[in-house]
């Protein structure tokens, strides 16, 4: 026999607000266990789960936000926030408070002798972008989620144990200090970043044979921390002078800091053989005079899915979104903005309270297929080492390649854009046998 519970259900390390959860809460007698019922069960609180906390309580959704660390916490990231970023941290109501701090103007890109400045795009995402650590962004991100009205909060917890029904996910176990909770939600939506426990569980798997990431971040003092230019240098190079598939970023913090990293590009037949770490190191160095640099801190190192390199994303009542989906640009890693952005479209997938199982993939295709598609193509290419030290130099100094090039890597994608990789792909055949780019996405 089942009674409603109230409010001491719940230990002081959930955060919630008066109301919230007395027709959601259900506890034995005996109160050995404890079942909750929410409309939707956001598994991971970085920018992607606390995004969907926030649309499904504006949805009128009841939301239990689940993660395994506590907050604030840090994110092996560049911080960068793209004008398609701040678009949507404009619809959450945050958007002022991080400009307030940061503001930038667009890419200066870098290399092989030469320099491009691209401004942001005038483009239906505006013309601003910012910058902020990973430890207070997510931190900011969840305070604000865990303030709506219809979501509850629980840190420090991990989901697991999940019992399917044909598919569909009916019911799951939420370990939270030690106390193990079943949660009976009507919905699912999985938001627990690159490795995606909980994703694997219900089926994802990442395919390698993709463009993947490997990247390094640190932080840096600088009198520069004010430059309002995200500076990215695509000639990066070893110690030794060989060219990496990849490139350098100096994303300036405005508060006294840089974010200062490095990343390859890899496939499984064509591995970066690079040690990340220590190439950030090096590519620091060089411009230490430059940027009047400290030596970097906080040094960490994270492998990438990208490019909808993943499957298994959707079942009747649950969908992946974010990082767990692969919802990463494969040119720069950025993935803030489709983080963002497919929060809110599950959400409302959600209300609609349809099968996810083939719906969901045929969303992701339809806004990032297309886009995604051609930076997997241009991310491949690089991984030949033949491509760099013959394209580069030549891009360098055609500004409509780079401008192109920048939109790209600030996932602002145009029909110029989309001409300019064409070309690009048919000149660069001849270095590139045997190269692929058809392979699904999400299917």
Not at 19 to 25: L, Q, V
Not at 73 to 96: H, I, Q, S, W
Not at 211 to 216: L, M, S, T
Not at 224 to 243: C, M, N, T
Request: hydrophobic fraction near 40%; charge should be neutral.
């Amino acid at each position: 026999m089942y009674w409603l519970g109230i409010y001491g259900s719940l230990n002081n390390s959930s955060i919630h607000t008066p109301g919230k959860c007395f027709a959601r809460i259900l506890a034995t007698m005996e109160g050995v266990s404890q079942t909750f019922h929410f409309d939707v069960l956001i598994v991971g609180a970085g920018p992607a789960g606390a995004a969907a906390a926030f649309f499904a309580s504006k949805q009128g959704l009841s939301a239990l936000l689940v993660d395994a660390e506590q907050f604030p916490r840090d994110k092996t990231c560049g911080d960068g926030l793209t004008p398609r970023a701040m678009r949507m941290l404009e619809k959450m109501g945050l958007a002022g408070q991080l400009t307030a701090t940061y503001r930038s103007n667009g890419l200066k890109l870098h290399g092989f002798g030469g320099s491009v400045t691209a401004p942001w795009p005038d483009s239906p995402f505006g013309e601003v972008g910012s910058a902020c650590r990973r430890t207070e962004f997510d931190h900011l991100l969840v305070q604000h989620a865990s303030a709506q009205p219809e979501v509850t909060t629980w840190l420090g917890a991990t989901v697991h144990s999940p019992t399917l029904q044909g598919g569909r996910v009916a019911e799951v176990v939420v370990t939270h200090e030690g106390v193990d909770k079943q949660v009976r939600p009507r919905h699912v939506i999985v938001a627990d970043g690159v490795r995606s426990t909980f994703g694997k569980q219900l089926g994802r798997e990442w395919h390698r044979g993709e463009v993947y990431g490997i990247a390094a971040r640190s932080y840096c003092a600088t009198p520069l921390s004010d430059e309002p230019w995200i500076h990215s240098h695509l000639e990066l190079r070893s110690p030794d002078g060989v060219a990496q598939p990849g490139y350098g970023w100096i994303f300036p913090l405005g508060n006294g800091f840089a974010n200062v990293g490095c990343g390859a590009l890899s496939t499984d037949k064509r591995p970066a053989r690079v040690n990340t770490k220590k190439l950030l190191h090096h590519y620091a160095d060089s411009l230490a005079v430059e940027w009047s640099f400290g030596a970097p801190s906080e040094v960490a190192s994270a492998l990438l899915p990208m490019g909808g390199a993943v499957t298994g994303v959707a079942g009747p009542n649950w969908m992946l979104i974010g990082d767990a989906a692969a919802c990463v640009n494969p040119l720069n890693g950025e993935g803030i903005d489709y983080a963002l952005e497919t929060a809110e479209l599950a959400i409302d997938l959600c209300t609609a309270s349809k099968d996810f199982t083939l719906v969901w993939p045929f969303v992701l295709r339809e806004h990032y297929g297309e886009a995604f598609m051609l930076a997997r193509t241009l991310a491949r290419a690089l991984t030949y080492p033949q491509f760099l030290p013959v394209f580069g130099p030549v891009g360098l100094r055609v500004p409509i390649l780079m401008r192109s090039a920048a939109r790209l890597m600030g996932n602002l994608v145009t029909e110029e854009d989309r001409d300019m990789v064409s070309r690009v792909w048919q000149s660069a055949g001849r270095l590139m046998v045997g190269a692929r780019s058809e392979s699904p996405l999400w299917s």
